[in-house]
């Protein structure tokens, strides 16, 4: 089973912030916090991932807690192509174990 | 980052037949491999973990006589679904994981129809 739970759909204003929320209450200590997202028909993109320190790229910021039970992805200036399902998963990163468990996503629709 | 292929993008079969989907990690060797099947509107479930030389270890359901997976070298996976049926039309997609940086890269998804 998925261990995150996220909404299943938000809005976002074309060019304002994106915020999307994931709760991971039990996340253990090893384990990662991964952000993906599929645009219809395709296969997940990766977007970012994180341990416990706050990361930043080119696509998106991820604000993690500091007990690491919850945490935020941050589409700066969302745009209509950022339209797609996010999925929240945490798990062991590099390991020889690491499955990725896709719960159930958020769906951001990006409105004009 | 990487670049993670699936051939064919679509298939349409019929019912009794055999399909194989191939699975290449372009830029990188991957020596583990993730299959997964999404349903409409479901989301992405894993079916197996295919691992370079060895057997591959499948998710509890999944019928591994019916799924088998071979993955024969260090890019290239692949499945192939067994007297497919109706209710395997689905969209398969596969997952390579880069073992130096340890992230995952998904191909772009094969849709099966089977009729």
């Known amino acids: 089973d998925a261990k995150t739970t996220q909404p299943t759909s938000m809005d976002c204003a074309e060019g304002r912030a994106a915020n999307l929320p994931c709760n991971h209450s039990?996340?253990?200590?090893?384990?990662?916090v991964y952000w993906y997202r599929q645009i219809h028909s395709q296969g997940p993109q990766y977007i970012i991932h994180?341990?416990?320190n706050n990361e930043t790229n080119e696509m998106a910021s991820l604000i993690i807690t500091e007990d690491r039970k919850s945490s935020t992805l941050i589409l700066p200036h969302a745009t209509l192509r950022d339209t797609a399902v996010y999925y929240c998963?945490?798990?062991?990163?590099?390991?020889?174990?690491?499955?990725?468990?896709f719960g159930t996503g958020t769906l951001l629709a990006v409105q004009p | 980052g990487a670049v993670v292929s699936q051939h064919p993008s679509w298939v349409i079969c019929k019912s009794g037949t055999s399909v194989k989907i191939e699975c290449r990690s372009l830029?990188?060797?991957?020596?583990?491999m993730f299959w997964y099947r999404q349903f409409p509107k479901q989301s992405l479930m894993l079916m197996a973990t295919s691992n370079e030389g060895s057997k591959a270890t499948y998710e509890q359901g999944v019928e591994k006589d019916k799924f088998l997976i071979n993955h024969a070298s260090l890019t290239l996976s692949t499945l192939t679904v067994t007297s497919a049926h109706p209710e395997d039309s689905s969209f398969y997609i596969c997952?390579?994981?880069?073992?130096?940086?340890?992230?995952?890269?998904f191909g772009p998804g094969t849709r099966l129809t089977v009729t």
């Open positions: 997952s390579a994981r880069d073992p130096q940086g340890g992230e995952q890269y």
């Open positions: 998963i945490v798990g062991n990163y590099g390991g020889a174990t690491n499955k990725l468990i």
């Open positions: 994180g341990l416990k």
């Open positions: 830029d990188f060797q991957a020596t583990t």
């Open positions: 039990t996340i253990s200590g090893n384990e990662y």
